[in-house]
């Protein structure tokens, strides 16, 4: 079973900050977060993980609270190239490296 | 650098047939990864190897499926017989030793059985 929720779908202005969520009030202390997205016909692709600070790359911010059990991805100026369904994944501990995917959050950058 | 490169990119066969699908994983890296997306079932690991050893196989669905990586940079997936239901997207994926999580997918087979 997947340990994160995300809402199943947002909408956001282009040019606009995208903000998504993810829940994972079960993560233990040693677990990374992961986020991927999958744009349409396309294999998923990696854009940033973290495990207890706030990171920062090219494509996105990671932003994790202070007890881990939220996050919040931010892509600061959306584009219509980043609609996808966005992923947040916890490494389950022990499991020989598996990522349980959840369904994710389709986001739909509007113009 | 090329990326994990995936043949066929799509595949319509008949019930019964044996299907190969095939994937270059990215040159360094030691991990290979199988999945397969499906409505229904989201994205699914059927198996993954390391240093061309298979380690874990236990999402691949029932015997008919079966996986090889003869060689670093080779690996191939067959279903045998095909079903209707082993319609999906397959996907590969490759990362390094240090970075496992970080995985970097092909572009995927669309299997289609009709």
């Known amino acids: 079973d997947a340990k994160t929720t995300q809402p199943p779908s947002m909408d956001c202005a282009e040019g606009r900050a995208a903000n998504l969520p993810c829940n994972h009030s079960t993560i233990s202390g040693n677990e990374y977060v992961y986020w991927y997205r999958q744009i349409h016909s396309q294999g998923p692709q990696y854009i940033i993980h973290?495990?207890?600070?706030?990171e920062t790359n090219e494509m996105a911010s990671l932003i994790i609270t202070e007890d881990r059990k939220s996050s919040t991805l931010i892509l600061p100026h959306a584009t219509l190239r980043d609609t996808a369904v966005y992923y947040c994944i916890v490494r389950v501990v022990n499991s020989n490296y598996q990522l349980i995917w959840g369904a994710g959050t389709k986001l739909i950058i509007k113009p | 650098d090329a990326g994990v490169i995936q043949s066929p990119r799509h595949e319509v066969t008949e019930m019964g047939q044996e299907v190969t699908l095939r994937c270059k994983p990215i040159?360094?890296?030691?991990?290979l990864f199988w999945y397969r997306q499906t409505m229904m079932r989201g994205l699914e690991l059927l198996i993954y190897?390391?240093?061309?050893?298979?380690?874990?196989d236990s999402g691949m669905p029932e015997d008919r499926f079966s996986a090889k990586m003869p060689n670093a940079s080779f690996s191939t997936l067959k279903i045998q017989p095909s079903e209707p239901r082993d319609s999906a997207v397959y996907f590969c994926?490759?990362?390094?030793?240090?970075?496992?999580?970080?995985?970097?997918f092909g572009p995927g087979t669309r299997l289609l059985v009709l």
């Open positions: 040159s360094g890296h030691d991990y």
């Open positions: 190897f390391n240093n061309n050893v298979p380690i874990d």
């Open positions: 994926a490759s990362s390094r030793r240090a970075t496992q999580e970080t995985q970097y």
């Open positions: 973290g495990l207890k600070n706030n």
